[in-house]
């Protein structure tokens, strides 16, 4: 008997047919959610440098505008590391004003910091027992003195630095020029910038849930469900995954399925579809059956 190839070799050499070869799967997952779904992927690289952003909002309205939505529900398969909280808002504000039905975001595999915001708008979060959500704190592009970027750092850390040499300077009763010379290096500005990134996000991620699956509940209750993905000091790492049973403990509206349904079977071919583009060839691609739109890395 022949030996057949493995699925993820077989599709990764399929993947230059393009967009015409996903079209069909498109056509089957849209039968498998349901009559009145349609489906639109929204997949950014892990690999490139490319964050959510604006113009990927604009990318995604095109999309919306040539698919027939009248009377469906739109089901936003989403893959992305995350990018910008303001983008993430547009993103849901762009899915409510175009599927007045409602719609749901499929999480395939990480749908991280930002793009977990775009989660928190939707009426339903699809996952899988291995799919990931993370915390949403803000992550600070680190420069060096010629401009370029470095690292990303997180929010806290930098406050948390910034606090404790300050405490430290404030009873120091001896020489102070050593905290001086640590305090150099922080610009008050910044901090103050830094304290309002965290403050919008979790604005924004308690607005989300306020007008949309958590509508019942105050802005305190809010905020003290969703504990896990704005405090840091619950997860201890930015890139700590929040599985679909801490989301679920959050009150947040996930369906679960499992990895053996066609349907998973499904969305999991088109993740490695799509991830092999955005991880060899494009920087972000999003698409419906009708329409495909990308960016280069």
């Known amino acids: 008997m022949k030996r057949q190839e493995p699925v993820v070799k077989r599709l990764i ?5 393009g967009h015409a070869v996903r079209k069909e799967l498109y056509s089957k997952l849209e039968k498998l959610f349901g009559e009145q779904k349609r489906v639109v992927a929204f997949f950014t690289s892990f690999r490139f440098p490319v964050v959510l952003q604006d ?4 990318m995604l309205e095109e999309v919306l505008i040539n698919t027939e939505l009248e009377n469906k529900e739109l089901v936003l ?4 590391p995350g990018g910008d909280a303001l983008a993430a808002e547009r993103v849901v504000n762009v899915c409510r004003t175009y599927c007045t039905k409602g719609f749901s975001v499929m999480v395939p595999r990480m749908a991280k910091s930002a793009a977990t915001m775009i989660c928190l708008g939707a009426n339903e979060i699809i996952m899988s027992s291995t799919s990931e ?9 680190i420069r060096d003195e010629q401009g370029k970027p470095v690292r990303y750092q997180a929010a806290h850390e930098i406050i948390d ?3 404790e040499l300050m405490d430290m300077a404030n009873i120091t009763k001896g020489r102070l020029e050593p905290f001086l010379q640590q305090l150099k290096r922080f610009d008050a500005r910044d901090i103050s910038n830094i304290k309002s990134a965290q403050a ?10 306020k007008t949309g699956c958590m509508n019942r509940l105050t802005e305190v209750q809010i905020k003290r469900k969703i504990k896990i993905l704005t405090d840091p000091k619950k997860t201890k790492d930015h890139g700590r ?3 679909a049973d801490t989301a679920k403990k959050c009150g947040l509206n996930v369906k679960v399925i499992k990895n053996k349904d066609d349907l998973w079977k499904s969305v999991w071919e088109l993740y490695i579809r ?7 060839t494009v920087g972000k691609i999003i698409e419906s059956y009708e329409e495909s739109y990308h960016a280069l890395p």
Do not use: C, H, K, R
């Not at 919008?200 to 849930?209: D, G, H, K, Q």
């Not at 799509?274 to 060899?280: E, G, K, P, Q, R």
């Open 200 to 209: 919008l996000s979790e604005s924004i991620a308690v607005n989300l849930l």
């Open 55 to 58: 113009e990927d909002v604009d």
């Open 274 to 280: 799509m991830n092999y583009l955005t991880s060899n």
């Open 13 to 17: 050499q399929e993947t230059a047919q």
């Open 241 to 243: 995954p929040v599985f």
């Open 133 to 141: 959500l993370g915390p949403i704190d803000p992550q600070i592009l």
């Open 77 to 80: 398969i989403l893959n992305s």
């Open 161 to 163: 630095s910034y606090n």
